[in-house]
């Protein structure tokens, strides 16, 4: 680590191939914890490379605990987190519209690290256990159109990491790959990231890939469609600046989507608009994020039929009732 650091300190760049090494050699504890503190540190100083970050995510995908669900179409909805928002558990939500719309989600999720509630600090105070259980992941997509994927139980090459990351208490470069490496592999992919330079970077990295996918960047900040301000909306077709309009939605203030202070907080929340009891504003935005997701599957469909799906799925309790299936196949109710 000495030699990968100095290099590192002289504003040198790493090579993928040393990238994915140096996650590799993490997994193997081969580095103390001040080492590790300061190899993560220099990336909140300077920006990550294309070829340092596939090679950390090839690490982490070479590594991981896989899950195959047989060749079903799925897809992912996540952010990067680190936006400093506190919105409340969009991403999270909207896999449940969509899961509830008829499409099947693997939601790769993890507990917040820059925001007060992650999806998997939500889900856990709803009852929700985490598994790697690949026939208990199977049964839950089967019942509910979707698993929950608790991050940590799939990488444990990043178990010496975690405690750093949660001293540190900001975003890290770990963030952006939570969104790379998820272990089912999904063929299409809903992301949200922070800035306009980490959507050029996972721009570049899925071109290379067979995804379909939606890459969102909020220009006043947000990784996500917040509906507060226009949005970068990169896909396999095209580019575009979008606003609320595009949804046939109308434009909301940050405050509208405000996630609380607590996770009880952000869970009453999550249930209140679960339940079909959100504001409008709290509804459209799922409604939002959950139609771009939607559009991966047929990116010929229109957006404005995907945000009617999105709809009839929340309005209809179909959401509410993937949410139900997923917490009755919690682990510890199979007991």
Known sequence: MKHILNQLFNHQKLTKEQAKEVLINTSLDQYN???????????????????????????????????DFDGLPIIDLCGTGGDGKNTFNISTLASFVVAGAGYHVAKHGNYGVSSVSGSSNVLEYFGFSFTNDTDLLKRQMDAANIAFLHAPLFHPALKSVGPIRKELG?????????????PAKPQHQS?????????????????DSQKKYAIIHGTDGYDEVALTGTVKLITNQAEQLVDSSYFGLPK????????????????NIFKNIIDGNGTQAQNDVVLANA?????????????????????????????????????????????
């Open 33 to 67: 914890p001040a080492q590790l503190a300061a190899f993560i540190s220099v990336y909140l100083m300077r920006n990550i490379s294309v070829d340092e970050l596939a090679g950390f995510r090839d690490a982490l995908l070479d590594l991981c605990i896989k899950v």
């Open 170 to 182: 900001v975003k890290t470069f770990f963030n952006m790959l939570g969104p790379l490496v998820n």
């Open 191 to 207: 992301v949200g990231v922070f800035s306009i330079k980490l959507a050029r970077l996972y721009q570049f990295l899925h071109e």
């Open 252 to 267: 909301y203030r940050q405050e509208d989507i405000f996630g609380g202070d607590t996770i009880e907080e952000a869970a």
């Open 291 to 335: 139609a771009l997701a939607i559009q991966c599957f047929d990116q010929r469909k229109d957006i404005l039929e995907c945000v009617d799906e999105a709809r009839e799925s929340l309005n209809g309790r179909k959401a509410k009732v993937a949410f139900e299936k997923l917490i009755n196949l919690s682990p510890k109710n199979q007991k």
